[in-house]
């Protein structure tokens, strides 16, 4: 059967296009700096997003309508592999994400939960044979169940700690299965309520020996995706140890893994977290730790993780500025870990918020390419620290010089000159790129 009778594959129409199923930026054959949108953006449906959020919130119960709901159990979760895939197709998405529980329902045991997991892990790896789509990455939910009130890797139940293991070793051995390009780690619930109660040493070591674990059993079972760790500062923990990305590589260093990882990076995490999301591109590209991306956006006036569709072109714009500069997101992707918003039930509501994430980040993407190839903000940055190209900026560049030295040259200073940061002059040619690289559409 058809879930999705009511539309049909998703075209490029060009920005005057009035169909609202169809692209109006993003072309994925257009070739922007010697490859093509859609090698460059790697878009990615979320799973869980999708096909499972009923558009439930602490108000009220779920409001979206999916023709796959009558079903119920295994039958809900194979009808929901064949509505993922006709999606797929029709919007024509090179990659799809996964957490276990969000293909197959979870059984009174373990043992059960596997053994409906691999039916419906059988059925996706069927339909990939015959569709472009591929598996970004997976992970599991190692928070939801009441098990996880304290943690997982870093609660302060042994079992529970080992139970998670287990769920992880069955993620590993089904993203090799499926072929993931990665395996992502977000720690929902590894962090604290309180200091009161909480051996953060002992969390935080234990930790540290999960994720060794865990790269020992790829390598065992030669599963070779990137390992990706997904920060997110609070909500549902007070705090998380994955806050950001600053203490998330931090964390590597300390035990030993930044070799084995790099960063799913999350917008709406990254401005919970007090930062833009180009931020948090930024320290993770400068440190070549730059992975992965979940798109979305928060909204300005709530204070928890909204997951809305990403549309602010600035953000998109400056957005892909870091990934352009990154060489691309390599394995990565742009997953969108976004869900339409309680009102918009209807299944075709799906299509239109993928459409307009699309076609924002295309528009982003035009643009930074522009701004790279035109070395808008490289001659910024390149005049903003020129002191640093010769002279006494060189010697400390070079380090070639020392406190006395520096103090010797400081002591014959008559004055000291600074110059305009002229952020207002940058962010209007940041305007004027951003609305005229369509122009003359």
């Not at 999916?66 to 024509?92: C, Q, Y």
């Not at 197959?104 to 939960?113: D, I, K, M, N, Q």
């Not at 930790?207 to 865990?214: D, E, P, S």
């Not at 900026?393 to 200073?413: P, R």
Request: proline letters at 3%.
């Amino acid at each position: 059967m058809s879930y999705f009778a009511n539309v049909d594959k998703i075209n490029y129409e060009g920005p005057k296009s009035k169909n609202p199923l169809a692209f109006k930026f993003y072309n994925p054959e257009e070739v922007i700096g010697g490859k093509s949108m859609e090698e460059i953006l790697r878009f990615g449906v979320a799973y869980w997003h999708t096909f499972t959020e009923d558009l439930s919130d602490p108000f009220g119960v779920g409001t979206a309508v999916r023709p796959w709901d009558k079903f119920t159990g295994m039958d809900l979760a194979k009808a929901r592999v064949e509505a993922a895939f006709e999606f797929f197709e029709k919007l024509n998405v090179p990659y799809f994400c996964f957490h276990d529980v969000d293909i197959a329902p979870e059984g009174s045991t373990l043992r059960e939960s596997n053994k409906n997991q691999d039916i419906i892990v059988a059925m996706i790896k069927d339909y990939m044979k015959d569709s472009k789509t591929k598996l970004l990455w997976n992970t599991v939910n190692n928070f939801s169940n009441p098990r996880f009130v304290h943690g997982a890797a870093s609660s302060n139940n042994a079992d529970v700690f080992a139970y998670a293991a287990a769920k992880v070793k069955k993620g590993l051995e089904v993203g090799k299965e499926l072929g993931a390009e990665n395996y992502v780690f977000w720690g929902g619930r590894e962090g604290y309520e309180t200091l009161l109660n909480t051996d953060m040493k002992l969390e935080l070591d234990n930790l540290g020996r999960f994720f060794h674990m865990a790269v020992d059993y790829a390598k065992e079972i030669g599963f070779d995706a990137q390992f990706l760790i997904e920060p997110k500062p609070k909500e549902p923990t007070t705090h998380q140890y994955d806050f950001d990305v600053a203490s998330g590589y931090a964390f590597l260093q300390n035990y030993g893994l930044q070799d084995d990882f790099k960063f799913n990076i999350e917008a709406n995490h990254a401005t919970l977290a007090g930062h833009t999301f180009e931020h948090e591109l930024r320290y993770a590209r400068i440190h070549n730790m730059l992975g992965s991306v979940d798109a979305n956006q928060g909204h300005p006036l709530l204070g928890w993780d909204t997951d809305e569709f990403p549309t602010d072109l600035y953000t998109t714009t400056l957005a892909m500025y870091e990934i352009l500069k990154n060489g691309g997101l390599g394995r990565g992707g742009l997953n969108f870990d976004a869900k339409v918003r309680r009102g918009s039930f209807e299944p075709e509501d799906l299509f239109y918020a993928h459409i307009a994430g699309m076609d924002s980040f295309a528009v982003g993407l035009k643009v930074a390419q522009k701004l790279i190839g035109d070395k808008v903000l490289d001659g910024v940055i390149e005049d903003r620290y020129k002191s640093y190209s010769d002279g006494i900026g060189l010697d400390i560049v070079n380090g070639n010089t020392d406190f006395n030295k520096l103090e010797q040259y400081a002591l014959e200073l008559k004055e000291i000159r600074n110059e305009s940061g002229k952020l207002e002059r940058i962010k209007s040619t940041v305007n004027q790129y951003l609305l005229t690289v369509y122009a003359d559409k």
